[in-house]
Structure formats: C-alpha cells, structure tokens
C-alpha cells in the first residue's frame, strides 16, 4: 500500500528548504508533463522553465535561481537530480519479489544461504554455492559450483553466473547478463599429418580458459551483457562502476573503481581501466591497453593505443577530443574543397601550357 508524505517530510529526508505550501501531500513522483498534483518532479536548469510552468505537479525540486509556480510547493537542494534519487527512495521505495527458496528452484550439494535470501523458481544453484544475507535470485537464474554471492544483491531474470565467480555485496545484475563464459582464447596449430599445401593446414587450438571474474561491491551491471572469465587469473570490475546493456568486456581485462560503460562498449582482453573513466556507446577498445584515470572515450571510438590520464578522446582511430573536433568541421567542406583543387588544377594546367621553353630545350612531353 501507498503512502503519501509531506512536502514538509520528504523535505526533511533530502535535506531541502521548503518553499510555499509544506503541508502539500505527496505519493509518488513523475516527468514534468505527466505529473499530477500528487507528483513531486524536479528541474535542474532554466531551459526546463516553460514545462516546469505547465506541469499539473504538486511538488519541484528546484536548485537557487528557479523558482516554482505560484500554485505549486517546491523544495530548494543544491543537485535537483541527486535529491529526486534520494526522493524516489521515499515514494517508492523497492519490493522484493522473492522470499525464501521456490520449490521449484534446484539446490546443489553444499549451497549455503544466509538470512532472507529469496530464491525464485527455476534456478539453478550449483554445488558450493555461497549467498548472502538478503540477495534476491529471480527465475531462470543459473549459479555455477563454487560461486559466491554477497549481501543485498539482485539478480534478474535469465542471469547465467559460471562456475568460481566472485559477486560482491548490492550488485546489481540485470536479466541476460552472462558473467564468467570463456575468454575468446585459441592458439592456430598446424594439423598433425597435413602439409602446407592442404585446404585445412592449420586449426585453431582451443586454449582453456581456467582463470576467474570478480565482480566487487555496488556495480549494476545491463541486460545481456557479458563478462569474460580470465585465462589464467581473473577479470576484475572495480567497486562502484555502472555497466550498460549490451557492453562486452574480454578476459583478462580491469576495470577501475566508479567507470561508466554505455551500451555496446567493447573492451578487449587484457586492457586495464583506471578509475572513473568514462567508456561512451559502441566505442571499441583494443586488447592490451591502458585507458588512464579518468579518461573519457568517445561514441563510436575505436581506441588503438594507451590513453592518459583524463585525457579526452574522439574519432576512430581515436584521437586528442580538440584535434578531431578540428578534423570534424571540414567533413561538410571537403566537396567544396575537391571543386577548388579541380579548378585550380585546370588553371595551372593552363598556365603551364603557356609557358615558353629555354632555348635548346624541347618542351616536356
């Protein structure tokens, strides 16, 4: 059941200043053009004015220099967008789907449960599995032996955890995601018995991937997205970094504390993050790199050698943000561009033409 707060309350929760009406009751949250008067929104900018001015909400999350409707309560915070998360804990708040183990679920030999783990039907949990107190494991999961899972975490619907992985407390794993599948790892042999000359003479050798992935506390990690186990030693996302849908990140690889991964980034093996770097969508990384403290690669980048630190990269190959800004603007001129030269090399043709030869000389051609 819903309940509802005062500006007043959820002020005192956010830390905010109220403006107008504190009594004003509040039971849940919503855009600016689909609030109604029990709807708290926010703005964090003045571009935001006109539809903050025609919005039917009861409550703004406004920062110094907005100012609410005449008709609408407002609350004053330093970062609208951090307050309206903190806001949203409030109004609404997570449910847990799960509670306790299904019994349609399937428990390996060994599997230990803390306290208020809830397990949903058709998971699978492998032999030695460890999980901690509170997570949440929702249908079609799959727990590879030996795994651990720590406290408050979620995984969603069709998560695929191998063998030896390692999952931290309050992660967050959403439906699809696959972490620990073989490292893309093979060595090419020549094929016993066959010569060069043969249609087939070499193979590729399967090189088994024995290593681990580690997954430390606070990461959220996208829908479908898929984290490879290491060849020998691990695959390791720091604490704190949030993960798109769709992102791939090779074995061997580090990612540093608190990046951010946006849809269909690849990051191939052994390629080291530092912290807080920012990896934009459908940029590609090459293997055996080093992407410096926080950097920040651009979309659709493709990232051919090492990256300082809050160095700013763009294009593909990637390059210094500024100088290829610089390449960018020209795109739109270079059919201008391919006219002039044209025309001036018939102009110089011309001129050429006109030229009269040194005596004794024959002219060229």
Same mark, same amino acid.
């Given at each position: 059941?819903?309940?509802?707060?005062? @500006?007043?309350?959820?002020?005192?929760? &956010?830390?905010?200043?109220?403006?107008?009406?504190?009594?004003?009751?509040?039971?849940?949250?919503?855009?600016?053009?689909? +609030?109604?008067?029990?709807?708290?929104?926010?703005?964090?900018?003045?571009?935001?004015?006109?539809?903050?001015?025609?919005?039917?909400?009861?409550?703004?999350?406004?920062?110094?220099?907005?100012?609410?409707?005449?008709?609408?309560? #407002?609350?004053?915070?330093? /970062?609208?967008?951090?307050?309206?998360?903190?806001?949203?804990? &409030?109004?609404?708040?997570?449910?847990?789907?799960?509670?306790?183990?299904?019994?349609?679920?399937?428990?390996?030999?060994?599997?230990?449960?803390?306290?208020?783990?809830?397990?949903?039907?058709?998971?699978?949990?492998?032999?030695?599995?460890?999980?901690?107190?509170?997570?949440?494991?929702?249908?079609?999961?799959?727990?590879?032996?030996?795994?651990?899972?720590?406290?408050?975490?979620?995984?969603?619907?069709?998560?695929?955890?191998?063998?030896?992985?390692?999952?931290?407390?309050?992660?967050?794993?959403?439906?699809?995601?696959?972490?620990?599948?073989?490292?893309?790892?093979?060595?090419?042999?020549?094929?016993?018995?066959?010569?060069?000359?043969?249609?087939?003479?070499?193979?590729?050798?399967?090189?088994? /991937?024995?290593?681990?992935?580690?997954?430390?506390?606070?990461?959220?990690?996208?829908?479908?997205?898929?984290?490879?186990?290491? +060849?020998?030693?691990?695959?390791?996302?720091?604490?704190?970094?949030?993960?798109?849908?769709?992102?791939?990140?090779?074995?061997?690889?580090?990612?540093?504390?608190?990046?951010?991964?946006?849809?269909?980034?690849?990051?191939?093996?052994?390629?080291?993050?530092?912290?807080?770097?920012?990896?934009?969508? /459908?940029?590609?990384?090459?293997?055996?790199?080093?992407?410096?403290?926080?950097?920040?690669?651009?979309?659709?980048?493709? @990232?051919?050698?090492?990256?300082?630190?809050? /160095? &700013? @990269?763009? #294009?593909?190959?990637?390059?210094? +943000?500024?100088?290829?800004?610089?390449?960018?603007?020209?795109?739109?001129?270079?059919?201008?561009?391919?006219?002039?030269?044209?025309?001036?090399?018939?102009?110089?043709?011309?001129?050429?033409?006109?030229?009269?030869?040194?005596?004794?000389?024959?002219?060229?051609?």
């Amino acid at each position: 059941m819903s309940r509802t707060y005062t @500006v007043r309350e959820i002020a005192a929760n &956010i830390g905010g200043e109220v403006l107008g009406d504190p009594e004003r009751r509040i039971s849940g949250v919503c855009s600016l053009r689909a +609030a109604e008067r029990e709807h708290l929104v926010f703005v964090d900018s003045p571009k935001h004015l006109e539809d903050l001015r025609a919005s039917r909400a009861g409550c703004a999350l406004v920062p110094e220099g907005i100012e609410p409707p005449p008709d609408m309560s #407002g609350i004053r915070v330093r /970062q609208p967008a951090h307050a309206m998360a903190r806001a949203v804990d &409030i109004l609404a708040p997570p449910a847990r789907s799960f509670e306790g183990v299904s019994p349609q679920a399937v428990l390996g030999k060994g599997v230990e449960l803390g306290p208020g783990v809830g397990i949903g039907p058709m998971v699978y949990i492998g032999d030695g599995v460890r999980i901690g107190r509170g997570t949440e494991v929702h249908p079609g999961v799959t727990v590879g032996r030996g795994a651990t899972i720590g406290e408050d975490c979620v995984l969603h619907s069709g998560v695929h955890v191998y063998h030896e992985t390692a999952i931290g407390n309050r992660v967050i794993i959403h439906s699809g995601a696959v972490l620990g599948a073989d490292g893309f790892g093979f060595v090419q042999e020549k094929a016993p018995g066959v010569d060069s000359e043969s249609e087939e003479p070499l193979r590729h050798r399967k090189v088994r /991937q024995v290593g681990r992935v580690v997954i430390e506390d606070d990461v959220e990690i996208g829908a479908n997205t898929t984290i490879d186990r290491a +060849a020998l030693h691990e695959t390791r996302v720091r604490r704190g970094t949030k993960i798109d849908d769709l992102v791939m990140i090779g074995h061997n690889c580090t990612v540093g504390r608190h990046c951010i991964l946006v849809a269909q980034a690849g990051i191939s093996g052994s390629t080291t993050l530092g912290d807080y770097v920012t990896i934009a969508g /459908q940029a590609g990384i090459a293997g055996h790199l080093r992407i410096g403290t926080r950097a920040v690669v651009g979309a659709q980048s493709g @990232v051919t050698k090492d990256i300082g630190d809050a /160095q &700013i @990269v763009l #294009g593909s190959p990637a390059i210094d +943000a500024r100088q290829a800004r610089k390449a960018l603007t020209l795109i739109d001129s270079l059919p201008e561009f391919k006219k002039s030269i044209a025309a001036h090399e018939k102009r110089l043709a011309k001129l050429e033409g006109k030229v009269t030869p040194p005596s004794g000389e024959a002219p060229e051609g």
